[in-house]
């Protein structure tokens, strides 16, 4: 090797090494200055009226006594429009661990006063 230059075969080498170096730097500022960079959109519930009981269990007379309890629901609004919210339904006393049917009801509007029952969804044996 003369004094100065660099044998073909280690350019490469050196070129390789130099490029994921730089590659390297590149991805690391990119994401922790991007990521400081962006502000994370986080979406926070509000309430905007007052609280309306939509659905109690034991109005329905097929259920036969009154001590039935909901727990853990969701809403979900379909094609149509019409909101249909879903959750667990259990007979009292509160037994997590043996909770097995989920009820459905649905309503044109999540303000509607009175949701219509469709029974269960599903019961879980």
């Known amino acids: 090797?003369?004094?100065g230059l660099i044998e073909p075969d280690n350019t490469l080498t050196i070129i390789q090494n130099k490029m994921k170096?730089?590659?390297?730097?590149?991805?690391?500022?990119t994401f922790f200055l991007g990521a400081k960079a962006?502000?994370?959109?986080?979406m926070v519930p509000v309430i905007v009226g007052k609280f309306a009981?939509?659905?109690d269990p034991n109005d329905a007379p097929?259920?036969?006594?009154s001590s039935w309890y909901t727990n853990d629901h969701t809403?979900?609004?379909?094609?149509d429009g019409t909101w249909h919210a879903y959750g667990i339904i259990h007979h009292l006393p509160v037994h997590p661990w043996e909770e097995t049917r989920f009820f459905?009801?649905?309503?044109?509007?999540?303000?509607?006063?009175?949701?219509?029952?469709?029974?269960?969804?599903?019961?879980?044996?």
């Open 1 to 3: 090797m003369v004094a």
């Open 75 to 79: 809403f979900v609004k379909g094609k």
């Open 21 to 29: 170096r730089t590659i390297v730097i590149l991805v690391f500022t």
């Open 62 to 65: 097929e259920r036969g006594d």
């Open 104 to 125: 459905h009801i649905t309503a044109k509007s999540l303000s509607q006063k009175k949701w219509e029952d469709h029974g269960y969804a599903m019961h879980a044996q």
């Open 53 to 55: 009981h939509i659905f």
């Open 38 to 42: 962006q502000k994370p959109h986080v």
